[in-house]
């Protein structure tokens, strides 16, 4: 609290000092502080060494990689790009029929798909869901992940939802505060569990619910109609015999 977006890393290559200008993913920023495993504040950190960064100007994807460049102004260019071509792929995603066409594709008989982003705590639980889920399609619903990643559920997340109707999933992770707003905004399904088996079981809920429910006529009384009368602004208004 109070320090602004903060990045756990693992230093693989050379040596990362203080105010060094930095890249992670769609962000960038300048380092104004660096902390090791112990919170102690240190000046520069080398290969194999955790560390903790202050200043990048927004919460990157666990996973993604850290890169110093030469100054501010490379890193904000090459932040501004990713970020610019993240949103043109996410804008440029499938889409998905509206639903009277997913309905109507049901009723003749066709699959149709449930499009969904995953997002999880560790890469390692972003596979084993993945996995999970891929096993759950349905004769006629299938499963189509449009995303995966590790972290929480981002704008981006949302904006490619909104682009292809997709439903985000979440497991041991929450939307942003920044999405939050989008989501209710944009009316975006989000399922969010810790417990896989109550993630599954959710799942396995709406693919259910995307099933046409079969009609069948059930007769709840029968009537004899005796006489009818017509009454003006009211219509015709019959006398019956209940039978049943």
Known sequence: KGRGALASVIIKE???????????????GRIRALFDHLGRQVEEVGPSMPVEVIGLDGVPDAGEEMIAVEDERSAKLVSEHRAEKKRSMSLAGP???SMEDLLKKMEQGEKTELNLIIKADTNGAVEAVRDSVLKMSLERAEIK?????????TENDVLLAEAS?????????????????LIEEKGIKVYCHRIIYELLDE???????????????????????KQTFNISKVGTIAGVFVQE
């Open 14 to 28: 050379g040596t990362l000092k203080l105010k060094d200008a930095i890249i992670c993913g769609i962000y960038s």
């Open 95 to 97: 889409i998905s029929a």
């Open 145 to 153: 992940i449009l995303h995966t990643g590790s972290g929480a559920i």
């Open 165 to 181: 109707k997709a439903v985000i999933i979440g497991f041991g992770v929450r939307p942003e505060s920044k999405a939050n707003k």
């Open 203 to 225: 799942l396995d809920r709406i693919l259910k619910g995307m099933f046409v429910p079969e009609k069948a006529e059930r007769i709840l009384g029968r009537a004899e109609v």
